[in-house]
């Protein structure tokens, strides 16, 4: 449905554009380089032209700086801070971040000092429907002239601050604050409603899409509407359906009109922007039920799919499906990457898709003609009653899957000692499992990557310098268990007890597969970090990530045992990767990690206080000085962590 387009066209549309419009990430003043977006950049490339830190002088690398957020468990309100997951910005000689429950600071780049915080009091709301707590992955910035704004989207409620002061625009919306629960195809529960990524920027729009918890089951669940609003006014500008409605094009994949009842389908991960074309990419997120779909026969379009919009009017531009009627929480995890490409000697503007499976989709990106060729391959079928699985599912012939083997076989049962490895193989055979796609069972299916995914939000970072795409991810299976829902003995409060045949079958499990107290039933490594020479659609080098969990090095049937110094270490933040030759990741562990960009070589390991949670972010400021920050901790023990070659 397109609710409006913008209509200045010549010399007033050129003028709007000399005045207004997206920031530019850049150098400013000297040697400065910001890092103005979530991603880094528009692309979402998580890179830096920074180069004060090298191979050569890693070893330099001290804290320069912390902050704490000082959120903390609000039991008035019933609340409590989840996982510290914020990336900063930083542009403009100031460093903005969000803190879990959705503070914004404005920090002194070179000592970390506060110079606003700005407090939407989403705590007031109590605990989001969402698993994990209160969380918050960052915020945007739009430049209107002289004047810097910048975007939070806190739960149901878009907010445009003044950069300089942190103080409400009220000419935005009603008193700076725009409703995001408003607007949709059909009225919604608000406290089932949320968007914790960045919203992104086009020319004077502001996008957002949304989130909504797997658990909520019930009739017309909060739709996964993507909407642009005028950034100036907060008037909406167009809306796009992610479930196609009646005569839209796509409903005709959703068997018996259950496009009028099923909700979710949201684009929580946050989207593209490509201004040159004029494009916005969608990656979007599973339909409700996430794990039976008997009551969404189908393909359920757009269900995890990439959708190119025309960023003007929110029309679609292509599409491309990357899972047929999902069952398995594969909804796309990461915003889309752009870059340019050169395959078989000609060049192309692509856009590169990772996924939970731990696949890599690759198109070009004006067109939506896939670089190398996909292939739909039959895949094991489901026997829940009333389920019907699609036959086959999209491969893609290039790159290669991101993890070692998807799937589970015997062969990748635990060994770092015989007796274990024949422990494990037993305990898989309570199991149902198979190759990528075995889908969820009443028996309980051993699904790998799990729906934690071998990729999370945190996505890849692509350097122009190599062609590489790095990513940073995870190794570990998932049981995926279903059972009957039952009103009367369901563990699920957001499940529609008066309607249990309409919620049909609920997880039972969903979490890691163990055995023998604590020990993962397949063998590590947990983690890597890949990278995939994108001109040539191969991994380029592949390493394990982490020293991985000490709970596995302390258990006692590994008494004695050579256990491998890099176990891998799972985890949903990403990496970053800087001119100076260094790849940056955290997530998992109290360690910030740097490797060798050409060879993944691990050439550092920064201590920290608390967990790595996040994707890290670099700049430099003025005098030169790279600085690489990263957030750590959860619950009331946060920091954001900077570090920096001492002066």
């Given at each position: ?12 549309w ?14 400013p ?22 180069d004060?830190?090298?191979?050569e ?5 001290e804290?320069?700086?912390?902050w ?8 008035e ?7 510290f997951?914020?990336?900063?910005i930083?542009?403009?000689g100031?460093?903005?971040?969000s ?12 000592t970390?000092?506060?110079?606003w ?19 918050h992955?960052?915020v ?7 004047d ?8 149901y409620?878009?907010f ?16 700076g ?27 004077d729009l ?13 009739r ?13 006014t ?11 409605q009646e005569?839209?094009?796509?409903s005709q994949?959703?068997?018996n ?8 389908t949201?684009?929580?991960a ?9 494009l916005v ?30 960023a003007?009017t ?17 909804d796309?995890?990461t ?7 050169t ?7 692509a856009?590169?898709?990772l996924?939970?499976?731990g ?9 939506g003609?896939?670089?190398w ?12 009653p ?31 000692t015989?007796?274990?490895q024949?422990?494990?193989?037993m305990?898989?055979?309570q ?16 699904v ?31 049981v ?17 007890a ?14 890691q ?6 020990l993962p039933?397949n063998?590590?490594p947990?983690?890597?970090l ?35 110094e ?12 800087t ?5 940056f990741?955290?997530?998992?562990e109290n ?13 550092w390991?920064?201590?920290?206080n608390?967990r ?30 900077a570090?920096?070659?001492?002066e």
């Open positions: 449905m397109i609710i409006g387009r913008p209509s200045l066209t010549g010399l007033l050129a003028l709007v554009l000399a005045t207004s419009g997206t920031v530019t990430a850049g150098q003043n000297g040697e400065s380089v910001e890092w103005a977006y979530v991603g880094s950049d528009q692309a979402n490339t998580r890179s830096s032209d920074a004060h830190i090298t191979p002088n890693i070893q330099q690398l804290v320069a700086w912390t704490h957020p000082e959120d903390r468990a609000r039991p309100f019933g609340t409590v801070p989840g996982s997951t914020s990336t900063p930083m542009l403009d100031t460093l903005y971040v803190s879990n429950y959705n503070r914004v600071a404005a920090l002194d780049p070179v970390g000092s506060e110079r915080v700005f407090d939407p009091r989403a705590y007031e709301d109590g605990m989001p429907a969402l698993g994990g707590g209160f969380r992955r960052g945007t910035a739009w430049r209107d002239g002289e810097l704004r910048i975007f939070l989207a806190s739960r409620r878009l445009c601050l003044d950069a300089s002061t942190g103080e409400i625009v009220e000419s935005f919306g009603n008193n604050v725009v409703d995001l629960s408003q607007d949709l195809i059909w009225s919604i529960d608000r406290s089932h409603f949320e968007f914790n990524a960045a919203p992104v920027m086009y020319k502001v996008i957002v899409g949304s989130a909504v918890g797997d658990r909520v089951i019930y017309r669940t909060p739709p996964g509407d993507v909407r642009a609003y005028n950034a100036r907060g008037s909406l500008v167009w809306s796009f359906h992610t479930i196609p005569g839209e094009f796509g994949t959703w068997e009109e259950a496009w009028r009842h099923t909700g979710a949201n684009v929580w946050g989207v593209t922007v490509d201004e040159a074309n004029e990419f969608l990656p979007v997120g599973n339909p409700t039920n996430v794990y039976f779909g008997g009551q969404r026969l189908g393909d359920n379009l757009f269900a995890e799919s990439l959708v190119a919009l025309n003007n929110g029309e679609r531009t292509w599409h491309f499906q990357m899972v047929h009627h999902g069952v398995w929480d594969y796309l995890p915003q889309p990457i752009l870059f340019p490409l395959v078989n000697e000609r060049s192309i503007d856009v590169a898709q996924t939970k499976q696949l890599t989709f690759v198109f070009d990106r004006t067109t003609e896939p670089i060729p996909i292939e739909e391959r039959e895949v094991p079928q489901s026997d829940v009333g389920e019907q699985t699609s036959s086959t599912q999209p491969f893609p012939t290039r790159p290669p899957a991101l993890i070692p083997t998807t799937g589970m076989t015997l062969d990748d049962a635990f060994d770092l015989p007796e274990l024949g422990a494990a193989r305990a898989m055979q199991f149902r499992f198979g190759p990528l796609y075995t889908p969820p069972s009443i028996e309980g299916s051993l790998r990557p799990g729906g934690g995914g071998a990729v999370n939000w945190g996505g890849g970072a692509f350097d122009a310098g190599t062609g590489f795409l790095y990513v940073k991810t995870s190794n570990m299976p998932a995926m268990t279903l059972e009957r829902f039952d009103p009367e003995n369901t563990r699920n409060p957001f499940a529609d008066t309607e249990p045949d309409y919620v049909g079958y609920d997880t039972a499990s969903g979490g597969a163990m055995f023998e107290g604590g039933l063998k590590p947990y983690g890597f890949v990278a995939i020479d994108m001109h040539e659609g191969d991994i380029a080098w592949r390493v394990p990530f982490g020293r991985g969990s000490e709970r596995i090095r302390r258990h006692p049937a590994l008494d004695g045992i050579d256990v491998p890099r176990l891998g270490t799972p985890g949903a933040p990403g990496a970053i990767v001119r100076g030759g260094l790849v990741a955290g997530g998992g360690a910030l990690y740097a490797f060798d960009k050409a060879t993944g070589d691990e050439l390991a920064g201590p920290l608390e790595s949670t996040a994707t890290p972010m670099t700049y430099q400021t003025s005098d030169g000085r790279q600085f690489v920050v990263i957030a750590t901790g959860s619950g009331g023990n946060q920091e954001l962590v570090f920096a070659i001492s």
